[in-house]
Nanobody, 128 residues
Framework: QVQLVESGGGLVQAGGSLRLSCAAS????????MGWFRRAPGKEREFVSA????????YSADSVKGRFTISRNNAANAVYLQMSSLKPEDTAVYYC?????????????????????WGQGTQVTVSS
Protein backbone atom coordinates (compact mmCIF):
# COMPACT_ATOMS: atom_id res chain seq x y z
CA GLN A 1 0.00 0.00 0.00
CA VAL A 2 1.39 3.37 -1.04
CA GLN A 3 1.67 5.93 1.72
CA LEU A 4 2.95 9.47 1.96
CA VAL A 5 3.53 10.64 5.52
CA GLU A 6 4.29 14.27 6.29
CA SER A 7 6.08 15.44 9.42
CA GLY A 8 7.75 18.56 10.77
CA GLY A 9 4.76 20.83 11.18
CA GLY A 10 4.12 22.84 14.30
CA LEU A 11 3.72 26.26 15.84
CA VAL A 12 6.28 28.91 15.00
CA GLN A 13 6.52 32.67 15.38
CA ALA A 14 6.46 34.94 12.36
CA GLY A 15 9.91 35.16 10.83
CA GLY A 16 10.79 31.66 11.95
CA SER A 17 11.57 28.51 9.99
CA LEU A 18 10.30 24.96 9.69
CA ARG A 19 11.34 21.99 7.60
CA LEU A 20 8.63 19.64 6.44
CA SER A 21 9.42 16.09 5.43
CA CYS A 22 7.41 13.61 3.40
CA ALA A 23 8.36 9.95 3.57
CA ALA A 24 6.97 7.68 0.88
CA SER A 25 6.50 3.94 1.20
CA UNK A 26 4.92 1.15 -0.79
CA UNK A 27 6.70 2.04 -4.04
CA UNK A 28 9.59 4.15 -5.25
CA UNK A 29 8.93 7.69 -6.47
CA UNK A 30 12.50 8.28 -7.57
CA UNK A 31 11.37 8.67 -11.18
CA UNK A 32 8.24 10.67 -10.43
CA UNK A 33 7.55 14.35 -9.93
CA MET A 34 6.40 15.40 -6.47
CA GLY A 35 4.98 18.51 -4.87
CA TRP A 36 3.61 20.34 -1.86
CA PHE A 37 0.19 21.94 -1.49
CA ARG A 38 -1.54 23.66 1.41
CA ARG A 39 -5.05 24.43 2.64
CA ALA A 40 -5.55 27.48 4.82
CA PRO A 41 -8.62 27.76 7.06
CA GLY A 42 -11.68 28.52 4.97
CA LYS A 43 -9.81 28.33 1.67
CA GLU A 44 -9.28 25.89 -1.16
CA ARG A 45 -6.16 23.77 -1.31
CA GLU A 46 -3.46 25.58 -3.29
CA PHE A 47 -0.17 24.76 -4.94
CA VAL A 48 3.02 25.59 -3.03
CA SER A 49 6.06 23.98 -4.68
CA ALA A 50 6.91 21.25 -7.17
CA UNK A 51 10.04 19.31 -8.05
CA UNK A 52 10.92 17.10 -11.00
CA UNK A 53 12.09 13.54 -10.62
CA UNK A 54 15.79 14.37 -10.55
CA UNK A 55 15.48 17.34 -8.24
CA UNK A 56 17.17 19.70 -10.66
CA UNK A 57 13.99 21.49 -11.60
CA UNK A 58 11.72 23.22 -9.11
CA TYR A 59 8.91 25.73 -9.19
CA SER A 60 7.15 27.60 -6.41
CA ALA A 61 4.08 29.77 -6.10
CA ASP A 62 4.73 33.50 -6.09
CA SER A 63 3.48 33.71 -2.51
CA VAL A 64 6.36 31.56 -1.23
CA LYS A 65 9.05 32.19 -3.81
CA GLY A 66 12.33 33.17 -2.19
CA ARG A 67 11.17 31.88 1.21
CA PHE A 68 10.40 28.19 0.63
CA THR A 69 12.69 25.61 -0.95
CA ILE A 70 11.63 22.17 -2.13
CA SER A 71 14.15 19.34 -2.35
CA ARG A 72 14.18 15.57 -2.51
CA ASN A 73 16.31 12.55 -1.64
CA ASN A 74 15.49 9.75 -4.05
CA ALA A 75 17.58 7.24 -2.13
CA ALA A 76 15.39 7.91 0.89
CA ASN A 77 12.18 8.13 -1.18
CA ALA A 78 11.47 11.48 0.44
CA VAL A 79 10.70 15.09 -0.40
CA TYR A 80 11.21 18.13 1.81
CA LEU A 81 9.99 21.70 2.13
CA GLN A 82 12.28 24.18 3.87
CA MET A 83 10.21 27.16 4.95
CA SER A 84 11.84 30.39 6.09
CA SER A 85 10.65 33.89 6.92
CA LEU A 86 7.28 32.43 7.78
CA LYS A 87 4.25 34.70 7.87
CA PRO A 88 0.88 34.28 9.60
CA GLU A 89 -0.69 33.82 6.16
CA ASP A 90 1.40 30.67 5.72
CA THR A 91 -0.76 29.01 8.38
CA ALA A 92 -2.30 25.95 6.75
CA VAL A 93 -2.32 22.20 6.55
CA TYR A 94 0.51 21.20 4.23
CA TYR A 95 0.15 18.18 1.97
CA CYS A 96 2.74 16.15 0.11
CA UNK A 97 1.76 14.77 -3.30
CA UNK A 98 3.30 12.39 -5.84
CA UNK A 99 2.56 11.37 -9.38
CA UNK A 100 2.11 7.70 -10.20
CA UNK A 101 3.66 7.85 -13.65
CA UNK A 102 7.33 8.14 -14.46
CA UNK A 103 8.26 11.66 -15.50
CA UNK A 104 9.88 12.36 -18.83
CA UNK A 105 12.49 15.01 -19.04
CA UNK A 106 12.46 17.65 -16.34
CA UNK A 107 8.74 18.20 -15.98
CA UNK A 108 7.12 19.34 -12.76
CA UNK A 109 3.44 19.86 -12.09
CA UNK A 110 1.37 22.49 -10.31
CA UNK A 111 -2.20 21.20 -10.52
CA UNK A 112 -3.95 19.04 -7.95
CA UNK A 113 -5.24 16.78 -10.70
CA UNK A 114 -1.65 16.12 -11.83
CA UNK A 115 -1.01 14.09 -8.69
CA UNK A 116 -2.17 10.61 -7.81
CA UNK A 117 -1.05 10.10 -4.22
CA TRP A 118 -1.55 12.41 -1.25
CA GLY A 119 -0.46 12.47 2.36
CA GLN A 120 -2.75 13.22 5.28
CA GLY A 121 -1.19 16.61 5.90
CA THR A 122 0.72 18.34 8.66
CA GLN A 123 -0.43 21.50 10.40
CA VAL A 124 1.74 24.61 10.27
CA THR A 125 0.68 27.53 12.44
CA VAL A 126 2.52 30.84 12.31
CA SER A 127 1.80 33.28 15.12
CA SER A 128 2.18 37.03 14.73
Amino acid sequence: QVQLVESGGGLVQAGGSLRLSCAASGRSFSNCAMGWFRRAPGKEREFVSAINWGGGGTYSADSVKGRFTISRNNAANAVYLQMSSLKPEDTAVYYCAARATVSRGGSFYTGESDYDYWGQGTQVTVSS
